[in-house]
């Protein structure tokens, strides 16, 4: 695999209704949609000329953020719960006041193990998942792999590309809005970078 895109998913219902993010099977709104159909030239233009891979979360918001870049890409994603974004257990589906009452407290030792909900999945346990995934995807994918996924575990594709340790989290952090691309490269001396970080510049007033 020598390149990598990743497109965080549309603006979802879950973000008006007040439930919680995670595992929630929550919508595109109308302008997640919009986002969405926005966003599949941009990424067509990058894709160019290239054999990729294409794969999605399968939670709802990406699964259908990845269906507006098929309109463009004439090509369907493959989906994947390995590209979720962090489960919040017993939190998920709920709304964000009923999550605070079953928030757990503070725990010791570092925040990459802390479980912030019951049954919730830590930091480290989403990082070696989405890390495992790309392990494999990195011996399948014949040039590039375009990947529609979540805030967190965008982070993860981010660590994992440039070969930073799970450990280094929180002390190094990515942002990435909605709807928007980061490409990974080869370098010209055999490393990797990113070329695009949280870019949006498609979205143009579509950016929330």
């Known amino acids: 695999m020598e ?6 998913h549309g603006f979802p219902d ?11 099977d929550s919508h595109l709104t109308d302008l997640g949609h919009r986002q969405a159909k926005a966003t599949g030239p941009a990424v067509a233009r990058m894709l ?15 699964r ?9 890409l004439d090509r369907s994603a493959q989906p994947t719960d ?23 407290p503070p725990s010791e030792g570092p925040l990459l193990d802390r479980v912030f909900y019951p049954g919730a999945e830590t930091w480290r346990e989403m990082m070696h998942r989405v890390f495992a995934f790309l392990d494999r995807l990195h ?13 967190g575990a965008s982070i993860c594709i981010v660590f994992w590309w440039l070969h930073l340790a799970p450990q280094q989290w929180p002390d190094v952090q990515f942002e990435f809005d909605l709807c928007s691309i980061t490409e990974g490269i080869h370098g010209d001396f055999g490393g990797r970078r990113i070329r695009r970080l949280n870019d949006v510049r498609h979205l143009g007033e579509l950016h929330a």
């Not at 390149?3 to 965080?8: A, C, G, K, P």
């Not at 160019?48 to 990406?62: I, M, N, P």
């Not at 011996?139 to 805030?151: C, K």
């Open 3 to 8: 390149r990598l895109i990743v497109v965080r």
């Open 14 to 24: 879950h973000m008006v209704t007040g439930r919680t993010g995670g595992w929630t």
């Open 48 to 62: 160019r000329g290239h054999e990729y891979v294409f794969y999605t979360s399968d939670l709802a918001r990406t």
């Open 64 to 72: 259908e953020t990845a269906d507006g870049l098929s309109e463009a």
């Open 82 to 104: 390995a590209l979720r974004e962090q489960s919040l257990g017993q939190a998920n589906n709920l709304s964000t006041a009923d999550a605070d009452r079953i928030a757990l």
């Open 139 to 151: 011996t399948e994918a014949p040039d590039t792999a375009l990947l529609v996924s979540h805030a």
